[in-house]
T-cell receptor, first 112, second 114 residues
């Protein structure tokens, strides 16, 4: 079974631009979560989607948004990029009652 | 609010040693707990998941234990190898409607030297 995939793997943007990241979960998994990882803050939860509905949201500004499609693929969007948005963005999928999370390789976003 | 602490923050050992990584959490009302490994610049690899009803879980040279009432979990690595060098993260999986909302520790950076 293929693992979680994320595209693109690397992105360089400038302040004020917007960016869209994509995540394809493990086949059959309907829950997709997004995390931001920075050296200072560690891993922080952004949001979680299930069957095209956002079920949970972390403490991030409205510039961070996401969506999920009928095939469970998910995208997250960050508008009006700031320098502090530079981070590794990770998505994870889950498909069982034990809520075990499987992570993708991440997208490294650099904001200049 | 759940808080997760990992001790030590960093550990350097010679090859072949057995070692223990510690994880503590403040709210014992967890659903499950998961241990991960992260190599530099990469994603997280799941190592072990312990359900809240379990006391321990084993996979190869890895053994994880869970004491939910005291808010502690340990990851035991037997006969460490240089390839075990990575950051190890524990994450608490909440119950109820908090799907996907894991709380992570800051990690233990492990270096195993030949």
């Amino acid at each position: 079974k293929a693992g979680v995939t994320q595209t693109p793997r690397y992105l360089i943007k400038t302040r004020g631009q917007q960016v869209t990241l994509s995540c394809s979960p493990i086949s059959g998994h309907r829950s997709v979560s997004w995390y931001q990882q920075t050296p200072g803050q560690g891993l922080q939860f952004l949001f979680e989607y299930f069957s095209e509905t956002q079920r949970n949201k972390g403490n991030f500004p409205g510039r961070f948004s996401g969506r999920q499609f009928s095939n469970s693929r998910s995208e997250m969007n960050v508008s009006t990029l700031e320098l502090g948005d530079s981070a590794l963005y990770l998505c994870a999928s889950s498909g069982s009652d034990v809520r075990e999370q499987f992570f993708g390789p991440g997208t490294r976003l650099t904001v200049l | 609010k759940q808080e997760v602490t990992q001790i030590p923050a960093a550990l350097s050992v010679p090859e072949g040693e057995n070692l223990v990584l510690n994880c503590s959490f403040t709210d014992s009302a967890i659903y499950n707990l998961q241990w991960f490994r992260q190599d530099p610049g990469k994603g997280l690899t799941s190592l072990l998941l312990i359900q809240s009803s379990q006391r321990e879980q084993t996979s190869g040279r890895l053994n994880a234990s869970l004491d939910k009432s005291s808010g502690r979990s340990t990851l035991y690595i037997a006969a460490s190898q240089p390839g075990d060098s990575a950051t190890y993260l524990c994450a608490v999986i909440p119950g109820g409607t908090s799907y996907g909302k894991l709380t992570f520790g800051q990690g233990t950076i492990l270096t195993v030297h030949p």
